[in-house]
């Protein structure tokens, strides 16, 4: 895709990461026209905002999509969820959001999109793989934010601990959107070439054990699916910043859910290293996780899949 081609985004979605996502857009993706998905609740004053902003850049704009719009979208950006009830469980609250999902992918198929989407509601793992069902679309087209959030943080966490710089940092957190299913993969992690693992042998290097659980401890404290939890602003970060990534035609390296392959399960949507480039994602060589951390990920595949099953039978 040119650089300087002009990106059309559909934006579906309301609460705050949509409109800060379209904010940074004229930011960091001109030239870029931005349009949102007609919703009930929809703040149109922001819309209106949103355009007033505009007016200091010359190559972006913003307004309220309509079908015909799908057909010529590079980019459909998916962060939208209903309004939790007071008490409502996980699996009562997930149900609502697949239906709200299924009818914008619905019409966005009926009316000739063929672009990419990027999925922000959570769960993303789960919400990757229906969007897949519902589109038709090849599972290269279709990216979950999945653990891509929490990779960054890993590696910002050792680059301060170990005083280096994060870009020489390489550590992933793979597997499932939930605390739970998130999978820290410490035999996988070095900087430089050097393993983490060995790193905490040598005292001179200031990490140890007990670095390592704390690390792992602030880690899982960040809850996306959690109804306390508002990362309106980091989530629309890492959205730009992988719309950079689709846009710029980038082949970067990068965390993301996507549908694997793994034992005997087939089209598991787990977070994963994969190459993200303007034509989706790329699948690279499967890593060699330790056995602990092998065990780990297919525990929390097969979880995957049996809440698939319990979403697909209705």
């Known amino acids: 895709m040119n650089k300087r081609q002009e990106k059309k985004i559909i934006v579906v979605g309301t609460d705050e990461t949509s409109y800060q996502f379209a904010f940074l ?29 505009s007016y200091f850049s010359s190559e972006c704009s913003f307004s309220i999509a309509n079908t015909k719009d799908f057909l010529s979208t590079d980019l459909l950006v998916i962060t939208a969820h209903e309004e939790r009830k007071i008490d409502e469980s996980n ?43 519902f ?17 960054n943080l890993f590696r910002q966490l050792l680059s301060k601990k170990l005083g280096v710089s994060s870009r ?41 054990q007990n670095d390592r659980i704390n690390i792992e401890s602030f880690l899982s404290e960040r809850d996306l699916f959690s109804r306390e939890t508002n990362s309106y602003f980091t989530t629309a ?12 035609d ?20 787990l977070s994963m290293p994969v ?17 602990s951390e092998k065990k780990e990920l297919l525990k929390v595949a097969k979880e995957t899949r049996e809440y698939l099953d319990w979403i697909e039978k209705g």
Not at 250 to 259: A, I, R
């Open 275 to 291: 190459l993200l480039g303007g034509d989706g994602v790329t699948k690279i060589s499967e890593l060699s996780f330790s056995d």
């Open 168 to 208: 020489d940092v390489n550590a992933f957190i793979v597997g499932g959107s939930s605390k739970q299913s998130r999978v820290t993969t410490w035999s996988r992690s070095n900087i430089g070439g050097n393993p983490i693992l060995g790193l905490m042998m040598d005292k001179k290097n200031n990490f140890n």
């Open 135 to 151: 589109s038709g679309l090849p599972k290269e087209k279709i990216i979950g934010l999945g653990t891509y959030i929490d990779s």
């Open 250 to 269: 980038e082949k970067v390296l990068v965390t993301l859910t996507h549908l694997v392959n793994i034992a005997d399960l087939v089209n598991i949507p």
């Open 237 to 248: 970060s890492a959205l730009i910043e992988l719309s950079k990534f689709i846009f710029n």
């Open 25 to 53: 857009s004229m930011l960091k993706l001109e030239p870029v026209e931005v349009k949102f998905y007609q919703l009930p609740s929809l703040e149109e004053n922001k819309i209106r905002d949103l355009q007033f902003s």
């Open 91 to 133: 699996d009562a609250y997930t149900r609502r959001n697949i239906l709200l999902v299924r009818k914008v992918i619905k019409k966005a198929m009926a009316n000739g999109f063929s672009g990419l989407v990027l999925i922000a509601t959570e769960p993303t793992d789960i919400f990757t793989y229906l969007v897949w069902k």
